[in-house]
């Protein structure tokens, strides 16, 4: 079992930037792909961005390509989510997801652990 608590959400203007935390706890961290996604109100949920165990491998969304950027420090079992040119569009619930697995994938099916989530409100 693996526990996920994200931290670093909150309000901010268009334009502004944040960073995003996800420790983890429970299994050996750095033999998971780690992830974000989010979702708006009313809204399905999204992929937004992942990385792979070592780092290797990310992935981003479309959307967010070029304005966030995952990272991970296996020594303190946390993955972080850097957001810049934070847009009103951009807000959401972000959820940080674990999967035990060398690869990483966009699809929220493929991930089996989840956290509570952190809002993430971008004032216009």
């Known amino acids: 079992q693996v526990q996920l608590v994200e931290s670093g959400g909150g309000l901010v203007q268009a334009g502004g930037s944040l960073r995003l935390s996800c420790a983890a706890s429970?299994?050996?961290?750095?033999?998971?792909?780690m992830g974000w996604f989010r979702q708006a109100p009313g809204k399905e949920r999204e992929f937004v961005a992942a990385?792979?165990?070592?780092?290797?491998?990310?992935s981003y969304a479309a959307s967010v390509k070029g304005r966030f950027t995952i990272s991970r420090d296996n020594a303190k079992n946390t993955v972080y989510l850097q957001m810049y040119s934070l847009k009103p569009e951009d807000t959401a619930v972000y959820f940080c997801?674990?999967?035990?697995?060398?690869?990483?994938?966009?699809?929220?099916?493929?991930?089996?652990?989840w956290g509570q989530g952190t809002q993430v409100t971008v004032s216009s």
């Open positions: 990385i792979s165990w070592n780092g290797a491998s990310t």
């Open positions: 429970g299994r050996t961290f750095s033999n998971y792909g």
């Open positions: 997801t674990a999967e035990g697995s060398l690869r990483i994938s966009a699809s929220g099916n493929w991930w089996t652990y």
